[in-house]
């Protein structure tokens, strides 16, 4: 089967970085992407991984191993609006999207 | 560019009644269309897949003749909730994606559907 992991909950200090893992186990492997979600809201999007290696955006960076089926997202400078819940999916080899249940990163100050 | 919206935003209605939600793409055409669905504190659920003049591709264990799912033009795809239950009560958000090679979807800001 298809199996997307991520910690269910993360909490981390207003101005200290954090970094969210997801492991997947997936039919075939089109690309990664993270998604931020807050509450009540769509999910909008952070980045899209498809090789191997580390995507640097602004605050945001997106790591990629396709052979350990591993990814993690790093948030530097956390601000108190980054608390949100941050979701990993992976397009399969049907270019459909598994999605996995989300982190719900909690910033405290 | 690539702006989804969806309407109405929340909705409440009573139990066997259907509801109709509408989700357009803005400023670009999309071919895909996607309906999910996010019980709280859960992740998003695929519901179903839907092509511009096709019929929907729906997931194991959607009912098809439950959520009526039209897209009729390039921008514009409608999910239809019919004979609403107090369990269908969920967060619907649909997705559009570009026509093209891109594998990115751009969400719509989703409706709350609450059944009484």
């Known amino acids: 089967g298809q199996n997307i992991d991520q910690p269910t909950e993360m909490t981390a200090t207003e101005g200290a970085i954090v970094q969210i893992n997801c492991t997947y186990q997936?039919?075939?492997?089109?690309?990664l992407f993270w998604y931020q979600q807050h509450a009540g809201e769509a999910p909008t999007f952070l980045s899209y991984?498809?090789l191997d290696g580390l995507e640097e955006k602004g605050r945001f960076s997106s790591f990629l191993s396709r052979s350990k089926g591993y990814s993690y997202l790093l948030l530097k400078e956390l601000q108190m609006k980054d608390s949100a819940s941050y979701l990993c999916?992976?397009?399969?080899?049907?270019?459909?999207?598994?999605w996995g249940a989300g982190t719900k990163l909690i910033i405290k100050p | 560019g690539a702006v989804v919206s969806q309407h109405p935003s929340w909705v409440i209605c009573k139990s066997g009644t259907s509801v109709k939600i509408e989700c357009r793409s803005l400023?670009?055409?999309?071919?895909?269309m996607f309906w999910y669905r996010q019980f709280p504190k859960q992740s998003l659920m695929l519901m179903a897949t839907?092509?511009?003049?096709?019929?929907?591709?729906?997931e194991q264990g959607v009912e098809k003749d439950k959520f009526l799912i039209n897209h009729a033009s390039l921008t514009l795809s409608t999910l239809t909730v019919t004979s609403a239950h107090p369990e269908d009560s969920s967060f619907y958000i649909c997705?559009?994606?570009?026509?093209?090679?891109?594998?990115?979807?751009?969400f719509g800001p989703g409706t709350r559907l609450t059944v009484l």
């Open positions: 839907s092509n511009e003049g096709s019929k929907a591709t729906y």
């Open positions: 997936t039919s075939g492997f089109n690309g």
């Open positions: 400023d670009f055409q999309a071919t895909t």
């Open positions: 991984n498809v």
């Open positions: 999916a992976v397009l399969d080899s049907n270019y459909q999207l598994i």
């Open positions: 997705s559009a994606k570009l026509a093209g090679e891109s594998a990115e979807q751009f």
